[in-house]
């Protein structure tokens, strides 16, 4: 046993010091050691082995070096290795050689002693390392809470130093083995990919790197790996050491675990880190005053604790949990493993009493959160909890995924209620589009999206957190970007044109249908380009995350970004190139939206989201997280390192995950209350949604009603126009027939029918409403003014495309059914809903009559000598011009009597459906 000469460390155990306390930690996770930890004599003026490499040929090869480097300096050496040295007394730990517990290279000739060979005073494990030579490999092996991992990270901080002095030298890597055993796979493969994953370097590089032997593996938690790969994950290491001869290795793992393998690590050396003595125990305690007096009493008779005092770890616990306690307090306890329990218990406690910490959570739900949140990293061998990385197999049961999945979809359904709305704003001035199809198309598409993600079983969640400029990614990349969209539209095209052909109402023959061809390809192609460069810009993960869930956050704005670029993109596109039948606004939006869910990272934040949702329902998790995980930090539970949180030590994690069992009768009427405030608030939002759709809806249905009754007006008309006017023309002259005009004929023919029709139609006005008409009741009203003017602008919009084909004679449209105006207006005091159309001048012969005084018939003219009519009153009109509208009125109690009954049979149905699921969720949760 080696041994320094005591530090005379006077201990004060205080609030303020149990404020910045930390304990140690195991595996992959955080080594604070409150008041006691690993000394060893790190000399940097001791050279550690140099071997000659290539220096690299390009600078980019330099910078990825150094940045490699940086990521693991700052994160383990700055944010961990020195936060869990800070204000400590230490305490120097032997080490001694094992060598019966490696199988070494048989070009290794050495005798393999029989027994353990304590090393010379002063030597480090960096100093063993460096005497070993070329492709050095070691085994670290300690008891639970010995000081391994910080071993193993003062042997990186060593090797990161002299790198930094030397960036030629292989890179010091520090990676955690409890993930192989999530996936086992061949070591080449799961190295490419931790490197990926926790340090962001490219597939190409990785292979380059471990090609040329360019990496240093410090391998952390080989006992973490689950049992059932425990042993192939050590032949897969040993595989790996063979083919890479020169590759310096690393390995922690705790004895006991190791010593239970069937095979042995192939390694050089192997050493174990030594449990505290007796004398060194009684030194620390010593130091303390008499604030851990009660513990140096108890220790003479408690051979349990005996046992735990020799694991630095536990001594630093006894050093929180029993500072000024008495000894009628502790209770003498024969087992070892209910003495940890109760010292981790009494330590738990302790920490809940610390009046440095605001009291945001009670008791209760810090140990039910905790409890939870250990067993599920305990789980899946899970050092580092991060929680963009949080993923659909924290549900415990096929339920709750089916659950989670049934929320996103439910979450399409609310966006698919949106673009309905939107539609009833946005293309309603557009005639030319068959607006029904476009909603219809809208929903299907969003359907495929839906099933595309969730109903093929894909939960895997994946952000996209960074956006990187094309000019910065190598030629290669860009060009498999562009692969990649163009590779898209092969689907694309033919849904654009499919697309094309739904939404244009009326196309001409021949020249729309080749238009729809032609432009439902360029559709397809220009989604293709969006995709490819959607995927130019998508970078890698954050570098060094520093704020929780920054990456998802990262993605949502990155998903913004991706739809106001597909937004401007389509619609400086659409509306500058395309026909006026295919710009429709609401497709615009909707492929916008589904551009950035599905490439620009959406989806992950809708998932993300989810996810945390049903867990919060579930009461897993608060529904503020990190704030929850800083406020366990503060209460030394957990320690944050950047944008992650690990627990201080493993041995706590699996306390909570294993021994801990918290009191859930509060927190289930809590959530029992949150999940009523949830459905309720559900049903309230989507019955809003779906009241806006059903008035959509109701309004649709009212203007094809209206429409239609214009149309047969029209009908009326033409007929007055073509055929009884002509009949009467000889009578006309002579005295002024109003049934030969063909508008008063409509008004009564409406008249007529609003009143065999009383209990449908009997509150509908129709009005041919003019700005100069010859009959005073024609007049139109300012609202009706404003309708005109509104037609007129259409019309001459129309006027600058070809023209449609003349389809009625005298006072009819000449444009196509796109000029219309709708919306509500209120006549005399009551709220109507109103469609028109405009009357246009289009027959020379109308002019006869309406042009001036001098040219009217004979009969008109003395009517207006008469005084009959005012002077200039219904002349003046011009051919080809827009001289007033044909206004349908329709109550607006009417709208709402449809979307009533709409909204009501949705609803119900909503009802029906919901209380289905959750009768059905009860019965399965009940067995």
Same mark, same amino acid.
């Given at each position: 046993?080696?041994? &320094?000469?005591?530090?005379?460390?006077?201990?004060?155990?205080?609030?303020?010091?149990?404020?910045?306390?930390?304990?140690?930690?195991?595996?992959?996770?955080?080594?604070?050691?409150?008041?006691?930890?690993?000394?060893?004599?790190?000399?940097?003026?001791?050279?550690?082995?140099?071997?000659?490499?290539?220096?690299?040929?390009?600078?980019?090869?330099?910078?990825?070096?150094?940045?490699?480097?940086?990521?693991?300096?700052?994160?383990?050496?700055?944010?961990?290795?020195?936060?869990?040295?800070?204000?400590?007394?230490?305490?120097?730990?032997?080490?001694?050689?094992?060598?019966?517990?490696?199988?070494?290279?048989?070009?290794?000739?050495?005798?393999?002693?029989?027994?353990?060979?304590?090393?010379?005073?002063?030597?480090?494990?960096?100093?063993?390392?460096?005497?070993?030579?070329?492709?050095?490999?070691?085994?670290?092996?300690?008891?639970?809470?010995?000081?391994?991992?910080?071993?193993?990270?003062?042997?990186?901080?060593?090797?990161?130093?002299?790198?930094?002095?030397?960036?030629?030298?292989?890179?010091?890597?520090?990676?955690?083995?409890?993930?192989?055993?999530?996936?086992?796979?061949?070591?080449?493969?799961?190295?490419?990919?931790?490197?990926?994953?926790?340090?962001?370097?490219?597939? $190409?590089?990785?292979?380059?790197?471990?090609?040329?032997?360019?990496?240093?593996?410090?391998?952390?938690?080989?006992?973490?790996?689950?049992?059932?790969?425990?042993?192939?994950?050590?032949?897969?290491?040993?595989?790996?050491?063979?083919?890479?001869?020169?590759?310096?290795?690393?390995?922690?793992?705790?004895?006991?675990?190791?010593?239970?393998?069937?095979?042995?690590?192939?390694?050089?050396?192997?050493?174990?880190?030594?449990?505290?003595?007796?004398?060194?125990?009684?030194?620390?305690?010593?130091?303390?005053?008499?604030?851990?007096?009660?513990?140096?009493?108890?220790?003479?008779?408690?051979?349990?604790?005996?046992?735990?005092?020799?694991?630095?770890?536990?001594?630093?616990?006894?050093?929180?949990?029993?500072?000024?306690?008495?000894?009628?307090?502790?209770?003498?306890?024969?087992?070892?493993?209910?003495?940890?329990?109760?010292?981790?218990?009494?330590?738990?406690?302790?920490?809940?009493?610390?009046?440095?910490?605001?009291?945001?959570?009670?008791?209760?739900?810090?140990?039910?959160?905790?409890?939870?949140?250990?067993?599920?990293?305990?789980?899946?061998?899970?050092?580092?909890?991060?929680?963009?990385?949080?993923?659909?197999?924290?549900?415990?049961?096929?339920?709750?995924?089916?659950?989670?999945?049934?929320?996103?979809?439910?979450?399409?359904?609310?966006?698919?209620?949106?673009?309905?709305?939107?539609?009833?704003?946005?293309?309603?001035?557009?005639?030319?589009?068959?607006?029904?199809?476009?909603?219809?198309?809208?929903?299907?598409?969003?359907?495929?999206?839906?099933?595309?993600?969730?109903?093929?079983?894909?939960?895997?969640?994946?952000?996209?957190?960074?956006?990187?400029?094309?000019?910065?990614?190598?030629?290669?990349?860009?060009?498999?970007?562009?692969?990649?969209?163009?590779?898209?539209?092969?689907?694309?095209?033919?849904?654009?044109?499919?697309?094309?052909?739904?939404?244009?109402?009326?196309?001409?023959?021949?020249?729309?249908?080749?238009?729809?061809?032609?432009?439902?390809?360029?559709?397809?192609?220009?989604?293709?380009?969006?995709?490819?460069?959607?995927?130019?810009?998508?970078?890698?993960?954050?570098?060094?995350?520093?704020?929780?869930?920054?990456?998802?956050?990262?993605?949502?704005?990155?998903?913004?970004?991706?739809?106001?670029?597909?937004?401007?993109?389509?619609?400086?596109?659409?509306?500058?190139?395309?026909?006026?039948?295919?710009?429709?606004?609401?497709?615009?939006?909707?492929?916008?939206?589904?551009?950035?869910?599905?490439?620009?990272?959406?989806?992950?934040?809708?998932?993300?989201?989810?996810?945390?949702?049903?867990?919060?329902?579930?009461?897993?998790?608060?529904?503020?997280?990190?704030?929850?995980?800083?406020?366990?930090?503060?209460?030394?539970?957990?320690?944050?390192?950047?944008?992650?949180?690990?627990?201080?030590?493993?041995?706590?994690?699996?306390?909570?995950?294993?021994?801990?069992?918290?009191?859930?009768?509060?927190?289930?009427?809590?959530?029992?209350?949150?999940?009523?405030?949830?459905?309720?608030?559900?049903?309230?939002?989507?019955?809003?949604?779906?009241?806006?759709?059903?008035?959509?809806?109701?309004?649709?249905?009212?203007?094809? &009603?209206?429409?239609?009754?214009?149309?047969?007006?029209?009908?009326?008309?033409?007929?007055?126009?073509?055929?009884?006017?002509?009949?009467?023309?000889?009578?006309?002259?002579?005295?002024?027939?109003?049934?030969?005009?063909?508008?008063?004929?409509?008004?009564?023919?409406?008249?007529?029918?609003?009143?065999?029709?009383?209990?449908?139609?009997?509150?509908?006005?129709?009005?041919?409403?003019?700005?100069?008409?010859?009959?005073?009741?024609?007049?139109?009203?300012?609202?009706?003014?404003?309708?005109?003017?509104?037609?007129?602008?259409?019309?001459?919009?129309?006027?600058?495309?070809?023209?449609?084909?003349?389809?009625?004679?005298?006072? &009819?449209?000449?444009?196509?059914?796109?000029?219309?105006?709708?919306?509500?207006?209120?006549? $005399?005091?009551?709220?109507?809903?109103?469609?028109?159309?405009?009357?246009?001048?289009?027959?020379?012969?109308?002019?006869?009559?309406?042009?001036?005084?001098?040219?009217?018939?004979?009969?008109?003219?003395?009517?207006?000598?008469?005084?009959?009519?005012?002077?200039?009153?219904?002349?003046?009109?011009?051919?080809?011009?827009?001289?007033?509208?044909?206004?349908?009125?329709?109550?607006?109690?009417?709208?709402?009597?449809?979307?009533?009954?709409?909204?009501?049979?949705?609803?119900?149905?909503?009802?029906?459906?919901?209380?289905?699921?959750?009768?059905?969720?009860?019965?399965?949760?009940?067995?």
């Amino acid at each position: 046993m080696n041994q &320094q000469p005591p530090h005379q460390h006077n201990l004060d155990i205080t609030n303020t010091s149990i404020r910045e306390a930390q304990i140690g930690q195991a595996g992959n996770d955080l080594q604070q050691i409150q008041y006691v930890t690993v000394y060893e004599s790190f000399s940097l003026a001791k050279l550690i082995g140099r071997r000659q490499v290539n220096l690299p040929t390009q600078q980019e090869e330099y910078r990825f070096r150094k940045v490699l480097l940086n990521k693991v300096k700052q994160y383990w050496v700055n944010g961990v290795l020195e936060k869990s040295l800070h204000n400590q007394a230490l305490i120097e730990l032997g080490i001694e050689e094992r060598l019966d517990l490696v199988e070494q290279p048989s070009s290794i000739i050495k005798e393999i002693p029989n027994e353990c060979q304590p090393l010379s005073e002063n030597q480090s494990v960096s100093d063993v390392f460096n005497q070993m030579g070329e492709g050095r490999t070691l085994l670290i092996l300690g008891e639970p809470g010995a000081g391994k991992t910080i071993t193993l990270l003062k042997l990186a901080q060593d090797l990161i130093t002299r790198t930094e002095e030397d960036l030629s030298q292989p890179i010091p890597v520090i990676l955690n083995l409890s993930s192989w055993g999530n996936n086992p796979q061949k070591f080449n493969d799961w190295l490419i990919e931790e490197l990926n994953s926790k340090y962001q370097i490219s597939t $190409e590089l990785s292979k380059d790197w471990m090609r040329n032997e360019q990496l240093i593996l410090l391998l952390d938690g080989l006992d973490e790996v689950k049992v059932e790969y425990r042993s192939s994950c050590v032949q897969a290491i040993n595989q790996f050491s063979q083919e890479h001869g020169l590759t310096e290795i690393v390995v922690c793992s705790r004895i006991q675990d190791y010593q239970a393998l069937s095979n042995p690590l192939q390694l050089q050396a192997a050493i174990y880190i030594q449990s505290l003595t007796p004398q060194q125990v009684n030194q620390y305690l010593d130091s303390a005053g008499s604030q851990l007096e009660a513990v140096k009493t108890l220790l003479e008779e408690d051979t349990a604790l005996q046992e735990l005092v020799k694991s630095p770890l536990i001594l630093s616990v006894i050093t929180l949990a029993y500072q000024g306690k008495k000894v009628e307090e502790l209770l003498q306890i024969a087992s070892v493993e209910k003495r940890r329990e109760h010292l981790f218990n009494t330590y738990i406690e302790r920490m809940f009493k610390r009046k440095e910490v605001n009291q945001q959570y009670s008791k209760d739900q810090v140990i039910h959160w905790l409890n939870w949140l250990a067993q599920k990293m305990y789980q899946t061998s899970q050092s580092v909890f991060l929680i963009e990385k949080m993923q659909p197999n924290l549900l415990q049961s096929n339920v709750q995924k089916n659950l989670y999945q049934i929320e996103i979809i439910l979450i399409g359904i609310i966006v698919i209620g949106l673009i309905l709305f939107l539609g009833r704003t946005l293309d309603l001035d557009n005639d030319k589009i068959n607006l029904f199809n476009v909603l219809t198309i809208n929903i299907l598409l969003w359907s495929l999206v839906l099933w595309w993600n969730f109903g093929r079983g894909k939960v895997e969640i994946e952000t996209f957190e960074t956006l990187t400029w094309p000019w910065k990614k190598t030629q290669k990349d860009l060009l498999n970007a562009l692969k990649y969209g163009l590779s898209w539209s092969l689907i694309l095209s033919p849904m654009g044109i499919l697309w094309c052909y739904i939404t244009w109402e009326n196309p001409k023959w021949p020249i729309g249908y080749e238009k729809i061809l032609i432009f439902g390809t360029i559709l397809g192609l220009i989604f293709a380009l969006i995709i490819g460069l959607i995927r130019s810009f998508k970078g890698s993960e954050i570098e060094i995350k520093t704020i929780p869930n920054q990456g998802i956050i990262k993605s949502f704005y990155n998903a913004v970004i991706v739809v106001l670029v597909s937004w401007i993109i389509l619609f400086l596109i659409i509306f500058t190139l395309f026909p006026q039948g295919l710009q429709s606004k609401t497709s615009i939006i909707s492929w916008g939206l589904i551009l950035g869910l599905l490439f620009g990272g959406g989806i992950s934040v809708i998932q993300h989201f989810s996810l945390r949702f049903i867990l919060w329902v579930k009461g897993f998790i608060p529904h503020n997280l990190a704030r929850f995980l800083d406020y366990a930090s503060e209460r030394v539970f957990l320690q944050k390192v950047g944008g992650g949180y690990i627990f201080v030590h493993r041995i706590l994690l699996e306390h909570f995950a294993t021994r801990i069992h918290s009191s859930q009768s509060e927190i289930r009427n809590t959530y029992k209350t949150i999940k009523i405030l949830f459905v309720g608030g559900a049903i309230i939002i989507i019955s809003l949604i779906y009241g806006t759709v059903c008035l959509n809806f109701a309004e649709f249905q009212l203007k094809s &009603q209206a429409n239609m009754l214009i149309s047969a007006m029209d009908a009326v008309r033409k007929y007055n126009h073509d055929y009884i006017t002509p009949l009467l023309r000889t009578e006309a002259d002579e005295k002024l027939l109003m049934e030969s005009i063909p508008t008063f004929a409509v008004n009564q023919v409406f008249n007529v029918f609003a009143a065999a029709y009383k209990n449908d139609y009997g509150d509908y006005i129709y009005k041919s409403a003019m700005i100069n008409p010859s009959n005073l009741n024609d007049k139109a009203t300012l609202e009706e003014i404003k309708i005109i003017e509104t037609l007129k602008q259409q019309d001459l919009d129309t006027q600058r495309q070809p023209a449609g084909q003349n389809i009625d004679q005298g006072y &009819q449209d000449q444009v196509a059914v796109q000029n219309i105006d709708q919306g509500y207006v209120k006549i $005399e005091d009551r709220d109507y809903f109103y469609t028109s159309r405009p009357i246009k001048i289009t027959d020379k012969t109308c002019l006869s009559c309406h042009s001036t005084l001098e040219k009217a018939p004979q009969s008109l003219q003395v009517l207006y000598k008469q005084g009959k009519y005012v002077a200039n009153q219904g002349f003046g009109w011009e051919l080809n011009t827009v001289i007033g509208a044909k206004v349908v009125y329709v109550p607006a109690t009417e709208v709402y009597k449809i979307a009533q009954k709409d909204f009501i049979i949705l609803v119900g149905a909503f009802i029906l459906i919901s209380a289905v699921v959750i009768i059905a969720m009860s019965i399965l949760y009940s067995h």
